[in-house]
């Protein structure tokens, strides 16, 4: 049921960056609590996120150009996404007029610390699964809270997760580390799920976790992640596997669609029927069940719910299973713990896999380069085939120094490696390696084009290999 938008408020946000995963959301919140709301994004100016843009538009969102000609004294807050180079069109604009501008982690944590609780669900990896488990329990169990994360529940479009519930009521939201942009929240609770190598070297991301530890009213923490255990502040409660867990998860079987454990709370056994496989998957689960506990629901709820969670888009979303048994996969891994995690979740069901890495930026593959070079020869099986797909550009005056080419020669010592120079390159070479029974595993972040690349190559293996 759709909540009726109140009644205008005097203030008008501009979003600059309108189509992005973290900004759509906000901007849809905010219009949904009676702000006036506009925006713009390079990408709907390139015909891109039109499903995104459609969404906005019918909630009343304006939509322009992002050439800065939107860009007037009628705004009064300029929101943009750190992705939004200082010298692009509105952001001079902006400063032109003396708009105040606030980024969008800034946005969130505003209204992170209004909420009745505020709670903030962090961590280098799992945070947007976690969120939107948060999202699916909360709304199904008709709970009034408001959930923002960076990814849209399978089947419910691309972009965000949003649920907008009272002002005044509980707010969950994903904060992410990315910008070094944690240490502006302050929650009644967080949670830090891992703390691992991403964006930034770990002596950087320790001191980010760590302030934003120490904003915390009430932390929980991950047991299996050795950083984020340091991290206790004295009022931290500890979850996960490991018999020293203050709510210890036990895993009782991972399957190939499927994992299944019991979270141990207080004396109380939760059982988490998870319908995605992997550990990670289960304990993305016991993260969000002790969240949805601490926020009023009961066991009996989470276990009913947990089992018909739909998955979160693009987090090893099977986007097909072909008549010939090849199962597409589609998943968001852009780091070396999210790639690890979704090959080993994928050569789990036994077959073989067929992996396509688009790296998401000439930055982040400069920076993962090294850790890319060892990771992959150690996962990835004598019988899988891997490929690179060249580096995702999303516009804008970065260096463009590296290609994909020379991370496949990285690995071409230690074994075969592809690379392929755009989508219809990834697809023929798809086309040519798959066989009967594979996984094909399609990952990358970023690029709006990657979810239309992988239904489109599940078309054509229908079309191709045919059941015997």
């Known amino acids: 049921m759709t909540t009726p938008i109140p009644a205008s408020s005097s203030l008008r946000y501009h979003f ?12 849809a919140l905010m219009r949904r609590r ?61 400063d032109a007029l003396g708009l105040p501008r606030l980024t969008r982690p800034a946005l969130l944590a505003e209204i992170v610390g209004a909420g009745q609780p505020g709670v903030a669900i962090a961590g280098t990896s799992g945070k947007s699964t976690i969120t939107g488990m948060l999202a699916w329990l909360l709304r199904e169990a008709a709970m009034p809270a408001t959930v923002i994360g ?4 399978v ?7 949003l649920v907008a519930g009272p002002p005044n009521g509980p707010v969950v939201a994903e904060a992410c ?8 929240y302050r929650p009644t609770l967080g949670l830090v799920h891992n703390v691992s190598r991403d964006h930034a070297e770990l002596p950087a991301l320790r001191a980010q976790f760590t302030a934003f530890a120490t904003r915390c009213q009430t932390l929980f923490v991950n047991a299996a992640s050795a950083e984020a255990r340091t991290l206790d502040q004295g009022r931290t409660l500890t979850y996960g596997v490991g018999p020293d867990a ?79 048994g090849i199962r597409v996969v589609d998943d968001y891994a852009h780091n070396a713990d999210k790639l690890r995690a979704a090959l080993t979740t994928a050569q789990a069901a036994g077959a073989r896999v067929v992996a396509v890495f ?60 592809a690379y392929a120079p755009d989508h219809a390159a990834v697809q023929r070479w ?17 690029d709006p084009d990657l979810p239309t690349l992988s239904r489109s190559i599940a078309t054509a293996l229908r079309e191709t290999l045919q059941p015997a």
């Open 358 to 417: 688009q790296p998401h930026g000439y930055g982040p593959a400069r920076f993962l380069r090294p850790e890319l070079r060892e990771l992959l020869p150690r996962v990835l099986r004598k019988e899988d085939r891997f490929c690179y797909a060249e580096i995702f550009y999303a516009g804008g005056t970065v260096a463009r120094d590296i290609s994909s080419s020379l991370l496949a020669d990285d690995l071409r010592s230690a074994r075969e490696c």
């Open 246 to 324: 203050d709510a210890p998860l036990l895993v009782d079987r991972l399957g190939r669609d499927r994992a299944r454990g019991r979270l141990r709370v207080e004396g109380r056994e939760l059982t988490l029927d998870v319908p995605q496989p992997g550990l990670h998957n289960l304990e993305n689960a016991a993260a969000a069940a002790l969240v949805a506990l601490r926020l009023g629901l009961s066991m009996p709820t989470i276990q009913r719910l947990i089992p018909r969670f739909p998955g979160v888009s693009r987090r090893f979303e099977v986007v097909d299973i072909t008549g010939s």
């Open 177 to 184: 580390e990315s910008d070094g942009t944690l240490v502006g």
């Open 155 to 161: 089947g419910e479009g691309r972009g965000g997760c």
């Open 34 to 94: 009676g702000y006036a709301v506009q925006g713009s994004d390079r990408s709907l100016d390139l015909g891109k996120n039109a499903e995104i843009a459609a969404s906005l538009r019918a909630l009343g969102v304006e939509l322009y150009p992002h050439d800065g000609s939107a860009v007037t004294p009628t705004i009064d807050r300029f929101v943009h996404s750190t992705a939004v180079e200082a010298s692009t069109p509105e952001m001079r604009a902006a």
């Open 150 to 153: 960076g990814a849209a529940l």
């Open 16 to 27: 600059s960056g309108i189509a992005g995963a973290g900004m759509s959301p906000l901007a």
């Open 430 to 446: 798809v086309l040519s390696e798959a066989r009967a029974g594979d996984t094909v595993l399609i990952m990358g972040a970023r």
